[in-house]
């Protein structure tokens, strides 16, 4: 069983920064992809952007050219860094990691105002 913690959360106004880390503790499996996905209130949760151990990502169109995830694999973390931030990115953010099953960390709000 892997447990995913998340950090980084919180208010930010229009415009500004955050930066989102997720921890993995240990897995009995390679983790093969690390993620992020969001859920804002009323819509379904929706990919944000993942990255393989090879380095490869994804990201929604949403974000392109504003975020940027990245991985150490040698400490299992993943982060997230979210700029130029739109009032439509808020959401909670869940961490998400893949060996041979998925795992899910339970969610980091982020709140942009206007």
């Known amino acids: 069983q892997v447990q995913l913690v998340e950090s980084g959360g919180g208010l930010v106004q229009a415009g500004g920064s955050l930066r989102l880390s997720c921890v993995a503790s240990?897995?009995?499996?390679?983790?093969?992809?690390m993620g992020w996905y969001r859920q804002a209130p009323g819509k379904q949760r929706e990919l944000v952007a993942t990255?393989?151990?090879?380095?490869?990502?994804n990201y929604a169109y949403s974000v392109k050219g504003r975020f940027t995830i990245s991985r150490d694999s040698a400490k299992n973390t993943v982060y997230l860094q979210m700029n130029s931030l739109k009032p439509e990115d808020t959401a909670v953010y869940y961490c998400?990691?893949?060996?041979?099953?998925?795992?899910w960390g339970q969610g980091t709000q982020v709140t942009v105002s206007s």
């Open positions: 998400y990691a893949r060996d041979n099953y998925n795992y």
């Open positions: 240990r897995s009995r499996f390679s983790i093969n992809v």
């Open positions: 990255i393989t151990a090879g380095g490869s990502t």
